[in-house]
């Protein structure tokens, strides 16, 4: 290389701006991290997680470096069937806004139609105002938002919320994240008519149901979390048991494991009362295959569903009768 090029070179450098900034990710790292680990599947949303993290995480070092920014909006609809992760995902993304600074807090508020819209003229403004206030700093999780407009009613008050709501999104967007949930097609034909809301929200994701899979790996977290587990041959039965049940109505994906899980115990704490003696910790943490055989979707074995009268118990009418 001649002198003169070193040169040429050496004044290129000095006139760009050689400051330098280390990406603090480590907060950020480890909330997806915990994603990954607690949260089975959901592939897409975990990428799209973590290109909102990344991005937030440049901003904020570009803001170090005095360089142009602009807050990125953030405002999310989570679309997707019930049981598949919506709320729980709107939690971490709290964290993960709360870790990146973009909000001070990181607390969430879930609110739905009814927090939000009065049942008088001149009860919404303050109602919705209110919300809004309680979230400021945080992020306003909207379940089932498309409730808010019913245009079969004229005289209806949830449009008055949704303008309330639009402005907030506009104007405070630097410290409140409105995330809407909702069922898929409910919420594209509430996007239609009300294409301004639509404008405003920056990411759409979409949260798929889950497989069978998936859902044996969910059951498994679960149980591991509360200090219980399927023997052998419980597992068996369990993915029999979420063939049939996923063919039911009603089926609700990671709540519904959730709830059979929850019958499980209760069958296996009967059964061991019921047994006496004394009892091991094997005892005490396994599911064993007969709690699962219980379950009403195997046909004739149903030992819920029906109350001691032999009426249908209130479990029964739930929104996850198959026991
Ligand atoms: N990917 C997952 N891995 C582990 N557990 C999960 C997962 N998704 C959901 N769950 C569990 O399933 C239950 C229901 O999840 P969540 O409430 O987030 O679903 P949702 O989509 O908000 O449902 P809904 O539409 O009914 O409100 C929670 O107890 C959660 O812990
Ligand atoms: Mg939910």
């Known amino acids: 290389m001649s002198t003169a090029q070193s040169h040429a070179d050496q004044e290129r450098t000095d006139a760009r701006d050689e400051r330098r900034i280390t990406l603090e990710n480590d907060g950020v790292r480890q909330i997806l991290e915990k994603v990954n680990r607690e949260l089975v599947g959901l592939a897409p949303v975990k990428a799209r997680i973590g290109q909102i993290a990344a991005l937030l995480m440049v901003e904020r070092a570009r803001h170090e470096l005095g360089l142009t920014t602009e807050p990125p909006t953030l405002h999310m609809c989570f679309t997707g069937n019930p049981g598949t992760g919506k709320t729980t995902m709107a939690l971490r993304m709290a964290e993960i806004l709360h870790e990146v600074g973009y909000v001070r807090s990181g607390h969430v508020i879930s609110v739905t139609r009814d927090d939000l819209v009065g049942q008088y003229i001149g009860h919404t403004a303050p109602k919705t105002k209110e919300v809004i206030k309680r979230a400021m700093g945080g992020v306003l999780f909207i379940d089932e938002a498309y409730y808010l407009y019913r245009p079969e009613n004229e005289r209806d008050y949830g449009q008055e919320a949704i303008e309330i709501l639009l402005q907030a999104m506009e104007n405070d967007r630097d410290d409140l994240v ?12 509430f996007f239609q008519s009300n ?13 798929p149901d889950y497989s069978a899979d998936e859902l044996r790996t969910v059951a498994d977290l679960l ?8 023997t052998d041959d419980a597992r068996k039965a369990f993915a029999d048991y979420l063939q049939r049940r996923m063919q039911q109505p009603h089926f609700s994906n990671a709540r519904s494991v959730r709830n059979a899980l929850d019958r ?3 069958r296996q704490a009967l059964r061991l009362t019921q047994q006496g003696g004394s009892l091991g910790v094997e005892d005490l943490t396994s599911i064993d295959a007969q709690e699962v055989l219980a379950s009403s979707v195997f046909g004739e074995n149903t030992d819920s569903g029906t109350g001691p009268s032999g009426q249908p118990s209130p479990q029964g009418s739930t929104t996850d009768p198959a026991s």
């Open 223 to 230: 149980l591991e979390e509360q200090g219980y587990h399927f």
């Open 178 to 189: 409105v995330i809407l949930a909702g069922y898929k097609d409910r919420m594209d034909r």
């Open 264 to 266: 499980f115990r209760l």
């Open 195 to 207: 294409p301004g809301l639509h404008s405003r929200i920056a990411h759409h994701i979409a949260f």
